[in-house]
Nanobody
Framework: QVQLLESGGGLVQPGGSLRLSCAASGTGFSIARMGWYRQAPGKQRELVASRTEIGNTNYADFAKDRFTISRDNAKKTVSLQMNSLKPEDTAVYYC???????????WGQGTQVTVSS
């Protein structure tokens, strides 16, 4: 059974930074893609950034130049460094993985990020 454990959310002032981390646990799987999504109240869940096992990255336009995704393949972890945070970045952030075999997707429980003065 694959489980994802997220950490690092919280309250930060505009212009501040946060780092989110996610660790995947379980046996018998490898991960093709790891990433982060977010969902603000009343809005659909949207991609923030993702990274494949060979290092290809995909960023949402709002994340380019402010957010950086990193990944440790051996440890099955993914992190999201978020800088220059804005109030509109307030959302629940979800870790997401897609396995190599059968392309199964798994989600974390979500971590709240609130950007407010």
């Amino acid at each position: 059974q694959v489980q994802l454990l997220e950490s690092g959310g919280g309250l930060v002032q505009p212009g501040g930074s946060l780092r989110l981390s996610c660790a995947a646990s379980g046996t018998g799987f490898s991960i093709a893609r790891m990433g982060w999504y977010r969902q603000a109240p009343g809005k659909q869940r949207e991609l923030v950034a993702s990274r494949t096992e060979i290092g290809n990255t995909n960023y949402a336009d709002f994340a380019k130049d402010r957010f950086t995704i990193s990944r440790d393949n051996a440890k099955k972890t993914v992190s999201l460094q978020m800088n220059s945070l804005k109030p509109e970045d307030t959302a629940v952030y979800y870790c997401n993985i897609k396995t190599t075999h059968r392309g199964r997707e798994y989600w974390g429980q979500g971590t709240q990020v609130t950007v407010s003065s």
